[in-house]
């Protein structure tokens, strides 16, 4: 991160903007706090400097960090019942503190072990997927080739980072050098698009509700020129919405999108190529495609089958 010097790394309402020095400067501070023999840390995930700092410092110092919802007020709990963690970073008394636990984690540790993330599937308990710091970094740097991101770009991130699609924009733009904006505005507010023009977004990414909210709260009557592109995952587009949204951003000389990923591949793994309303169609089979393929993605100790089994050129698949 020194790299990037003085160039704004994370912007929050309201506030200096921490620069990729400073945050290279509080992420070593915390990562020594956190001591070299690798830990399992717990992270409550709520979107401020705290908890993006202690998700890089427990990657900084090669531990294991899991990212725990902080809208779910059993979940930290559960997961600390269920799997011990030697240190919690959490909000105590309107103030944050990663705090040491006196117990020991259940299990040693793999050694390319480096996130959890939680995932609930079908079963509406979470669950726990492994992932390695090279396939968070690989998936990071392929999202920085496709999307063309660099230093110039800023994401408006309006999803959790402790789901893997908000967590890999927050990496994405981290590995670019980029800066990440968290609105105080969600989608759904009419202030929303004013928010991002005054911020100089470059581009927003959400779910398909993102963009029913953002349409209902009248995002496209707004001129924002600094937007380049916009990306949706995390499930099936009404395709008029989709096209409603891949007209107005080509209007406007920017780009719409479609994505398909997987918690258990580590964020997005497929796009479709932005270009014509026959791409509008091929993502709406994105899903089940993805599922028959040869492509193999590795994660911590385990591998899995998915990719994308092209039949048109508008299909990309992705690491």
Not at 80 to 106: F, K, L, M, Q, T
Not at 197 to 204: D, G, I, L, Q
Not at 245 to 260: G, T, V
Not at 261 to 285: M, N
Request: net charge neutral; charged share 20%.
């Amino acid at each position: 991160m020194d790299e990037h010097g003085d160039h704004p790394a994370l912007i929050f309402p309201d506030r200096t903007p921490i620069t990729y020095r400073d945050l290279a400067r509080r992420v070593t501070s915390l990562a020594a706090e956190f001591g070299p023999e690798k830990k399992l840390v717990a992270v409550a995930a709520e979107p401020t400097e705290h908890a993006v700092i202690s998700y890089l410092a427990a990657l900084h110092g090669k531990h294991v960090v899991a990212l725990i919802p902080p809208c779910n007020a059993s979940a930290l709990d559960d997961f600390v019942a269920d799997y011990s963690p030697e240190i919690i970073c959490r909000r105590v008394d309107a103030r944050w503190c990663c705090r040491a636990e006196a117990g020991e984690s259940n299990g040693a540790l793999h050694p390319d072990l480096a996130v959890l993330l939680g995932t609930s599937g079908s079963t509406g308990k979470s669950r726990y997927v492994r992932l390695s710091a090279a396939a968070i970094e690989a998936n990071a740097a392929a999202i920085v080739s496709y999307l063309e991101l660099d230093h110039r770009d800023r994401a408006a991130l309006i999803l959790p980072f402790h789901y893997s699609y908000g967590l890999s924009v927050l990496n994405s733009h981290l590995e670019a050098g980029a800066s990440t904006y968290f609105p105080k505005h969600g989608a759904s507010h009419t202030d929303f698009a004013q928010e991002i023009r005054e911020a100089s977004c470059t581009n927003v990414s959400g779910v398909p509700y993102s963009f029913e909210m953002m349409d209902h709260a009248g995002f496209r009557r707004h001129d924002l020129p600094t937007l380049r592109f916009m990306t949706v995952a995390g499930g099936r587009m009404q395709q008029a919405l989709a096209e409603t949204f891949r007209r107005h951003l080509a209007d406007k000389s920017a780009r719409f999108f479609m994505m398909y990923g997987q918690t258990e591949a580590t964020a997005r793994i497929a796009y479709v190529l932005p270009t014509s309303s026959r791409a509008i169609w091929a993502a709406s089979a994105l899903p089940s495609r993805a599922a028959n393929s040869g492509w193999l993605m590795k994660t911590a100790g385990q591998s899995k089958k998915m990719a994308s089994r092209a039949n048109s050129s508008t299909e990309v698949p992705m690491l």
